[in-house]
């Protein structure tokens, strides 16, 4: 605190972040892109280890050897499941009871908000099937679950398959020391939330379930089984849960080592993993698969019927069967014990995954990037906004002896013929972006409720565009000071709240600070009107996510053409607004009850007169 | 006199509220913003106990401690209720008095608040008024007899100025984020804050006797307030001139009056209790619990991640010294201080809602009030922009740190507790670093030095 508390120095040092700040916050700027896109380079990042005990060694011995018969069993589940035309509940509860589970049942129905294009279905009703085996070796009360979801059409039937064929096994081994469930889940997530409230006694989505009649001990760790073809070539792993949180590292790991041991080709982001880091193309290989991370977490999505448990403190992982046109397949046997081998491990734990990380990004299989390595690149970003905030303090400090305090508003009224802008200059655009921010929040499911039209994406469209264009036509009078009051306060609120983002979501919070911390930065009321108006807009929230949506689509090494990419756009942003409603997925309500309002105020500053 | 500012050659040297200068027209025109802004804050208040937030505001540990939390007291009422003393059981912490009060008015439990709230408020409304006449008036006799060095003047304050401080105060208070969580969680601090804002109304207005009971009440409700003791002596000495010399009788007698009846009051209070439950039992469960701290519930204060990670055998010494921590400030305060006692009420409720061993917003919130009491003063501070920043920034970390350490699993404890320090650090470098010093040196009615002039340029 020397620096801070001797007068002197503390205004040399104010001076030069004042002098300087336009070059700082460019520097700043640059250094944490840099060092955002330094995290994929091999050197700088970590190799896994795992880090849990229970899981030390994969001295396991698999012995499943019943790969032909699930798929069998995959087939006549296929047969059932187009006869009766969605979930065959009396042919799996057979099957079930016939391996030796305790077999449940579990009703469920929800109406969503509005008509899911994507998927066609807006009244859903189902049911979730779920055998219980006991373990023999314990007490009941802890448990595994091994789901796979029942899709409509022709995928995911080897995925049953084998968790019937997995389960038929299991049942003859002695050495289960936890409950190990197995779902098939109707309707995938929303089966799978139904499922997980029922499990847990809790109701957050309003959705009507039948309770369940048998449980396990408390869930410890659980897979979620995507297979849609007998033979694979390699297998995928997917962690990305609701609002971008992940599982322990360690699960991550534990597939990781079994892949390696059973010699089973492994991807993320459907990426494998490549030894040349030190090639420009091994490089970029690393970035687009971070980058799909990165993108995958920020959308806040569940990108696998795993994404809900994590919710429960549950760590959880999507296990994807791929198969390309390699040469080299796997077939279901391998696999089979591929999953033995993790539950076997998952089975040894003596208390929840909790030793390695939860914040991390992944630019291969091998290798990640701990909190404290990314932080920095936001940090970096952040700290711009403080650096103009600093600067506006000084220059509205300077020139008579006023002080503006940012929580305090304390107004000398002695100098108030000067310049003292009231609290009000700064409350009202606060209080209308903050009201147009509630719109947005409300009136498309409003609408939708209203009009019958089943075009919820064209309605979501016509509120952003409308709220933008009402709000264009509304520029407060205020003075010189005014402004910058209101660009302090807005500059601190946007530092917060990229913060609090960052802190839970770090993808989101960091793509947000990339397009607003230089729309934030470089808004006043003098710059050109209609150049930095356009600058605004295409910086804004909404321009990010189309921005976000071409990339990714980039990425995925699928580009679209500019209508696609529109209408994905629209599709997302329903997508989006359904999430919210029907998992909770917190995306939605921040951008429009915060992010925009924000933003708005930014708009607002520009149009200052 | 001719360096001087122009309003204090003016006739309107004299403060307005003067009652010989048309009184009744300076009240309606006070009162009516004041009332304006209890209407805004009791429809605030109001509105949010009518919404869903109410639930999730009164869950929240910022919000609520183990003694002051509403679901508690209504455990206690069930009790109660039951004929089974409320303090059987692990659950209940108030007072009797706080029990019985609610025993009567458990149907308006909200009214209740809201009216703590707005007693609170129209009573440092009032305080800081009188106060405020009182400084002014020292004021103008130290200029008539130009005790002031040339360079101070910019410190003088306006009548005009000091015209609004009250109505600041009160809207510090009723529209506080912290005060409106505090009241809308049911939280008893509000209570608590009621009762330490009349005593710093009847001592600023010289009674001594109201002086001594609310203060005994505040006490008793929650033991630091003891502290306080010393400002509300040092005050009413004083007011009534005489002088803090440990060699005159006066001094002595003036001393044992009050604590005479201090002591009195809390015996009868303590008796009282004791009939209406017809045990001691509350003894423990109140005031065992608020100095041994059994209940390491993480909270915004310092206590449960230190008492929480320590080894059991180390635990009473440290508790002494966290304890005393509290306490111990009063002494070298009340030397430094003892020519503004006001100032000192303020620095010691801030120190109680930093070191306290269950803190709540609620009791920062009541310090906070008093920060437009010195705004003459804020030219002096330092490092406003970053303190502010912090403690802006903290308060939305808590729930954000405590969401992702309790429901997402995926932070821990250290990531709050770094949190809840960066916020106690801010506190006390809002109020203990730079005011104090900064007071001492401007205000004490020595000749400037030069040293001060250095401190005197702007500083951030």
């Known amino acids: ?358 914040f991390y990004l992944m630019p291969s299989l091998s290798h990640f990037v701990s909190i404290g390595y990314y932080m920095p690149a936001f940090g970096l970003l952040a700290v711009i906004l403080l650096l103009r905030a600093l600067d506006l303090w000084v220059q509205l400090a300077t020139p008579p002896p006023t002080t503006e305090d940012g929580i305090a508003d304390i107004e000398q009224v002695r100098h108030a013929h000067s310049s003292s802008p009231g609290v009000l200059s700064v409350l009202t655009p606060l209080v209308i972006s903050h009201l147009t921010g509630a719109a947005l929040y409300m009136l498309p499911i409003r609408f939708q409720e209203m009009a019958v039209e089943h075009f919820p994406v064209s309605e979501t469209e016509a509120v952003v565009l409308t709220a933008i264009a009402v709000y264009t036509l509304l520029t407060i009078i205020g003075t010189e000071q005014g402004w910058r009051v209101l660009k302090l306060v807005a500059l601190l609120y946007l530092a917060v709240l990229l913060g609090c983002t960052a802190l839970i979501n770090f993808s989101l919070g960091f793509i947000l600070a990339l397009t607003l911390v230089p729309a934030a930065a470089f808004v006043t009321p003098h710059v050109p009107k209609v150049l930095s108006a356009f600058v605004l807009v295409i910086l804004s929230p909404a321009c990010t996510l189309l921005f976000s949506v071409f990339f990714f689509q980039e990425l995925q090494e699928m580009p679209v053409s500019f209508l696609d990419g529109w209408l994905l756009y629209l599709s997302v942003i329903s997508q989006g607004i359904l999430d919210h409603f029907l998992y909770g997925s917190l995306v939605y309500p921040l951008i429009a009850l915060l992010v925009y309002p924000c933003w708005l105020l930014f708009w607002n500053i520009l149009f200052w007169k | 006199m001719s360096g001087l500012p122009g309003f204090l050659i003016d006739d309107r040297l004299h403060f307005p509220s003067c009652p010989s200068q048309g009184g009744q027209r300076f009240l309606v025109e006070m009162a009516a913003p004041l009332t304006l802004l209890l209407v805004l804050a009791v429809t605030i208040r109001a509105a949010l106990f009518r919404s869903s937030l109410a639930e999730l505001i009164a869950e929240r540990v910022e919000v609520v401690s183990p003694i002051t939390a509403w679901k508690r007291v209504v455990e206690g009422l069930a009790l109660l209720d039951l004929g089974v003393s409320p303090y059987s059981g692990d659950v209940f912490h108030e007072t009797p008095l706080i029990i019985y009060l609610f025993h009567f008015v458990v149907d308006y439990a909200e009214i209740t608040f809201m009216l703590a709230d707005v007693i ?176 390491l519930t993480p909270n915004i204060g310092l206590f449960w991640y230190f008492f929480a990670e320590m080894f059991e055998h180390f635990r009473l010494f440290f508790l002494c010294v966290f304890q005393i921590n509290v306490f111990f400030y009063t002494i070298p305060l009340s030397v430094k201080l003892k020519e503004h006692p006001v100032f000192l009420i303020f620095m010691q409720l801030a120190v109680i809602s930093i070191f306290k061993s269950y803190p709540t917003v609620g009791d920062i919130a009541l310090y906070m009030a008093f920060l437009p009491v010195w705004s003459h003063l804020y030219r002096f501070l330092r490092n406003t922009f970053l303190v502010s920043c912090v403690l802006l920034a903290c308060s939305t970390l808590f729930p954000v740190l405590w969401h992702l350490w309790i429901y997402a699993g995926s932070a821990n404890s250290n990531f709050y507790y770094a949190i809840t320090l960066l916020f106690n650090v801010a506190q006390v470098g809002q109020p203990g670093r730079s005011q104090r010093r900064l007071l001492i040196e401007s205000l004490t009615e020595t000749p400037c030095s030069p040293l001060r002039k250095s401190q005197n340029e702007k500083s951030y």
């Open chain 1, 1 to 358: 605190m020397g620096l801070l508390s001797d007068p002197n120095r503390r205004r040399a040092l104010i001076n030069l972040l004042t002098r300087l700040n336009a070059p700082i916050c460019v520097v700043c700027y640059m250094a944490g892109v840099a060092w955002f896109m330094g995290l994929a380079f091999e050197p700088f990042t970590l190799r896994t280890y795992m880090s849990e005990n229970a899981m030390g060694s994969t001295m396991v011995e698999e012995r499943f050897p019943s790969g032909e018969r699930a798929v069998a069993t995959g087939r006549e589940f296929a047969a059932h499941k187009k006869k009766v035309s969605g979930m065959p509940v009396e042919w799996l509860v057979k099957t079930m009871q016939a391996r030796g589970l305790e077999v449940y049942t579990q009703r469920f129905s929800r109406t969503l908000p509005f008509p899911d294009e994507n998927k066609e279905r807006y009244m859903v009703k189902g049911t979730n099937v779920y055998g219980i085996l006991r373990a023999p070796r314990a007490p009941r009360t802890e448990a595994l679950v091994l789901s796979a979801p029942c899709t409509p059409g022709d995928n995911n039937n080897q995925a049953v398959g084998l968790l019937l064929g997995l389960a038929q096994y299991f049942r003859n081994q002695i050495y289960w020391a936890k409950d190990i469930i197995f779902l098939v889940n109707d309707h995938d997530l929303i089966g799978m939330q139904a499922w997980l409230e029922g499990y847990h006694h809790t109701n957050t989505t309003g959705m009507d379930w039948s309770p369940l009649q048998g449980r396990g001990g408390s869930i410890q760790a659980a897979l979620s089984l995507e297979l849609s073809s007998d033979v694979v070539t390699s297998m995928d792993l997917v962690l990305e849960g609701l609002n971008g949180q992940l599982p322990n590292l360690d699960l991550a790991n534990l597939f990781y080592a079994f892949c390696q041991k059973i010699g089973v080709l492994c991807t993320i982001q459907g990426k494998l993993q490549r030894n040349d880091w030190d090639s420009v193309s091994g490089y970029s290989h690393a970035v687009q698969t971070m980058m799909l991370m990165v993108m995958k977490q920020a959308s806040g999505r569940p990108w696998g019927d795993h994404g809900l448990f994590l919710r429960y403190h549950i760590e959880a992982a999507t296990i994807k069967g791929i198969n390309s046109f390699r040469q080299y397949k796997t077939d279901a046997t391998t696999i089979g014990r591929l999953l033995e081998g993790m539950y076997r491990k998952l089975n040894n734990l003596l208390e929840r995954l909790h030793q390695s990380y939860f």
């Open chain 2, 120 to 295: 609170t408020a129209v009573a440092l409304y009032m305080a800081v008024k009188d106060y405020n006449k009182q400084v002014f008036r020292k004021q103008k006799f130290a200029l008539e007899a130009d005790r002031y060095p040339l360079d101070c003047l910019e410190l003088i304050r306006s009548p005009k100025e000091m015209y609004y401080i009250p109505l600041k105060v009160a809207m510090f208070y009723l529209l506080n984020p912290f005060t409106i969580l505090s009241c809308v969680a049911k939280s008893t601090c509000g209570l608590n804050n009621a009762v330490v804002a009349l005593f710093i109304f009847s001592t600023i207005k010289g009674n001594t006797l109201l002086s001594a009971i609310f203060l005994c009440l505040a006490t008793y409700q929650s033991i630091y307030p003891l502290t306080l003791c010393a400002p509300a002596m040092l005050y009413l000495m004083q007011r009534q001139y005489i002088p803090v010399n440990f060699r005159r009788a006066s001094f002595w007698w003036f001393i044992a009056q009050y604590l005479f009846m201090y002591l009195g009051s809390l015996f009868v209070l303590i008796c009282l209790s004791f009939f209406l439950l017809g045990s001691w039992d509350y003894m423990p469960s109140v005031y065992g619990f608020i100095l041994s701290v059994p209940d």
